[in-house]
């Protein structure tokens, strides 16, 4: 994890990626699609949150409410918060149509406005990547739970879609770009003595996969939706978007031809804690 300026938290790029949830939800299609697993990252995580009927829940940085049907079915009581205009919308729309019972607040990670120890469960989804400070969001997760309450914060292996990164790191230079330093890994599995420091209990759980795409169309739609912006100084008007999209394309169409299909592997899985 890093402490330097980054794409990931930079305001301009946030805003671009979540005032509205469409870039969201193009990633979220790819891994239904395109996995080689068929069960869902979500059925899995949801394992390890193992919700019980009553029990409150905060999820930080809930963007489009993914977890919050099967949540409320479980029967917990959701509490949900986002420091985007955009998703905190999306959160509150989803959950009208679904007719799910959630309290729903705008607020940022680092400076939850909870009272200490009211939850049984906070859980943050990847989501940690985008906070500048990640010490100061674990501090507050730990702040609002209860004493014997619950933790688990969701984010990516270090060699999450390495193949894609590395098409993309290829594509920046050779069009003139700077790949950004990480391609977006601020925060990963490996963060494991980060969280311990604020968790001293925290234990690791990794979740293999891989995205097995069947052209470019599909991995480049996937690549479009958020990798394209991983380099330095990224021009205001997009224009980087379009010609790093061809490029890469371009290389899958060859993987394809040789290969069959672009495998991509995409481990991912979650930090655990009790308190």
């Known amino acids: 994890m890093s402490s330097d300026p980054h794409f990931e938290t930079d305001c301009d790029f946030l805003r671009y990626q979540y005032d509205d949830a469409d870039k969201l939800r193009i990633r979220m299609e790819s891994h239904a699609l395109y996995s080689e697993r068929t069960d869902t990252f979500a059925e899995w995580l949801l394992g390890h949150v193992a919700p019980a009927a009553g029990a409150r829940l905060l999820d930080v940085g809930c963007g489009s409410g993914t977890?919050?049907?099967?949540?409320?079915?479980?029967?917990?009581?959701?509490?949900?918060?986002?420091?985007?205009?955009?998703?905190?919308?999306?959160?509150?729309?989803?959950?009208?149509?679904?007719?799910?019972?959630?309290?729903?607040?705008?607020?940022?990670?680092?400076?939850?406005?909870?009272?200490?120890?009211?939850?049984?469960?906070?859980?943050?989804?990847?989501?940690?990547?985008?906070?500048?400070?990640?010490?100061?969001?674990?501090?507050?997760?730990?702040?609002?739970?209860?004493?014997?309450?619950?933790?688990?914060?969701?984010?990516?292996?270090?060699?999450?879609?390495?193949?894609?990164?590395?098409?993309?790191?290829?594509?920046?230079?050779?069009?003139?770009?700077?790949?950004a330093g990480s391609d977006g890994l601020r925060f990963t599995l490996d963060d494991l003595a980060l969280v311990q420091s604020v968790f001293p209990s925290a234990r690791a759980y990794v979740r293999a996969d891989a995205f097995v795409f069947p052209d470019a169309v599909s991995a480049v739609r996937y690549y479009a939706s958020y990798i394209v912006d991983a380099i330095e100084d990224r021009p205001a008007d997009g224009s980087h978007r379009a010609p790093l999209a061809e490029r890469v394309g371009a290389a899958i169409d060859e993987i394809v031809r040789v290969e069959g299909v672009f495998r991509v592997p995409k481990a991912a899985g979650c930090f655990v804690a009790a308190v």
Do not use: K, W
């Open 67 to 179: 977890y919050h049907a099967a949540l409320a079915a479980s029967g917990v009581r959701i509490t949900a918060c986002d420091s985007s205009a955009g998703m905190a919308r999306e959160a509150a729309a989803q959950a009208a149509t679904q007719r799910l019972d959630v309290a729903s607040m705008r607020a940022g990670a680092e400076a939850l406005p909870c009272a200490d120890g009211v939850f049984d469960i906070v859980m943050a989804n990847h989501m940690l990547y985008h906070v500048p400070d990640i010490g100061s969001a674990l501090g507050e997760a730990r702040r609002v739970l209860r004493r014997g309450g619950r933790a688990v914060f969701a984010t990516n292996a270090a060699d999450h879609s390495a193949p894609l990164h590395d098409l993309h790191r290829r594509a920046a230079i050779e069009l003139g770009y700077t790949p």
